[in-house]
């Protein structure tokens, strides 16, 4: 994997790096091309540390977030999350015959289940017309994480979302 270690308000040591560098070393098995993207984001947030390891593979976005203590605790806690999700990742491929069968054994966790996924509930509901602002005003009032709307100004479907730190964040889906 190609590793991007960005820091923000995080002075990156040169222990911290090398770590970094060989426990995602071990990832590498479950990617073949050696130019995989890897970025990972670590961020001071005060009296804790963020780590977001992200890895884009063939147009597939595996990402693992993580809040701790310190960013050892944080590598400790994020890369297990990570092997799972690209471990039910692969399952899930096997099992469509795109891929050949599991990678050996796995560095990080000990027992992975796959449970297939399965729509508990579907819902329908009306998308109203509106500008991103008043999507906004009515996801304070429907006190819910998100907010689907017609935005009058591109005519698309749009999400309004409450975002971790509070403020509100706009989803702007496209096509390529």
């Known amino acids: 994997m190609k590793l991007d270690i960005v820091a923000k308000n995080y002075r990156v040591t040169d222990k911290l790096e090398q770590i970094l560098t060989a426990k995602t070393k071990r990832l590498d098995k479950y990617f073949p091309d050696a130019n995989t993207p ?3 984001l670590l961020t001071d947030l005060g009296r804790q540390c963020k780590m977001e390891v992200s890895i884009n593979f063939h147009g597939t976005y595996i990402r693992s977030e993580v809040v701790g203590d310190t960013m050892y ?4 806690a994020c890369l297990p999350k990570l092997e799972r999700q690209i471990v039910k990742h ?3 491929l096997s099992k469509s ?14 027992d992975v289940e796959v449970t297939p996924l399965e729509i508990a509930k579907t819902k329908r509901f009306e998308c109203a017309r509106m500008s991103a602002v008043e999507a906004a005003e009515n996801l304070e009032l429907v006190d819910h994480d998100f907010y689907l709307f017609v935005n ?12 971790k730190d509070g403020t509100i964040g706009l989803l702007q889906p496209y096509i390529e």
């Open 38 to 40: 890897c970025k990972i």
């Open 73 to 76: 605790y944080n590598i400790d």
């Open 90 to 92: 692969r399952e899930k």
């Open 97 to 110: 015959h795109k891929l050949p069968d599991r990678v050996g054994d796995y560095e990080f966790v000990s």
């Open 152 to 163: 009058v100004e591109t005519g698309n479907v749009e999400a309004v979302y409450r975002r």
